[in-house]
């Protein structure tokens, strides 16, 4: 493998457009994310902000543009889609864990499967990863053993376990009760800190503030702002994002 020049940003969106029927819920979006950068995407319910995330590994198909991930584009499908999206981490707002299998199970089936790890290096693998998601005692339990806020972060500790180039958190604390959001945001903090490419749609401004390198603020579909945490919430540039902080930051 050649060395890709580090100018290169990790994951590229140019001129992506979605439709869903009539409506167009992504429009005209440009938008780059560096190695390394962890970037915030908020915006009002409906903005777009989810579907934008799901794109980023097909989960959601484009209508028009193109997405590059460590600069090779995003293939339809098939194989290639799927070796492209195992570099990609996702974590959803339901935990999509698999109910009857183990939390360690559910962390090494990906590596074994898709990565061809032997399962002494999985699981060995795993169990680190659990751990540092602070959940290695739960190992053997199912899913529905844990709590929401322990399940999260196995979903963590699963999507880390494919040695991902950037992770995906589509809202990623707002199924869980008020006491178990820190406990998962702390995590990705770390990871932040540690220096993961990540991409992370949430409502929580604490986070934006505290992790984040960049915000990008949504509405009706378009990106309207991008700046770094400190500008946005003191100076945001548009009336609409104003209005959205004022009615967040105020209650």
């Known amino acids: 493998m050649t060395e890709r020049p580090t100018g290169e940003p990790l994951v590229r969106l140019s001129g992506v457009n979605k439709w869903f029927g009539d409506l167009h819920v992504l429009q005209d979006i440009d ?93 060995k693998r795993a169990r680190e990863l659990l751990d540092r998601v602070g959940v290695s005692a739960q190992a053997d339990k199912v899913p529905a053993q844990l709590s929401g806020g322990q399940q999260q972060r196995v979903a963590i500790a ?37 220096g993961m490419t990540m991409i992370v749609v949430t409502h929580e401004m604490g986070f934006a503030r505290r992790a984040a390198n960049r915000v990008v603020f949504m509405d009706g579909g378009r990106i309207l702002e991008s700046a770094d945490p400190e500008t946005f919430f003191t100076d945001p540039s548009s009336d609409r994002a104003k209005d959205f902080l004022s009615k967040i930051l105020n209650h």
């Open 31 to 123: 938008l780059t994310i560096d190695r390394g950068e962890v970037v915030v995407v908020i915006g009002p319910s409906g903005s777009g902000k989810s579907t934008l995330c799901r794109t980023i590994n097909r989960l959601e198909s484009i209508g028009s543009g193109e997405i590059t991930i460590d600069g090779v584009r995003l293939p339809e499908e098939g194989k290639e889609l799927a070796r492209l999206r195992s570099d990609v981490g996702m974590v959803f707002q339901s935990f999509n864990l698999f109910a009857h299998k183990t939390v360690l199970d559910n962390v090494t089936l990906g590596p074994i499967k898709v990565r061809k790890q032997s399962k002494a290096d999985a699981e």
């Open 158 to 194: 699963r999507a880390l376990a494919m040695d991902p180039k950037v992770m995906l958190f589509d809202e990623p604390t707002s199924a869980l009760d008020p006491e178990m959001i820190n406990e998962v945001l702390e995590v990705m903090v770390g990871l932040a800190q540690e």
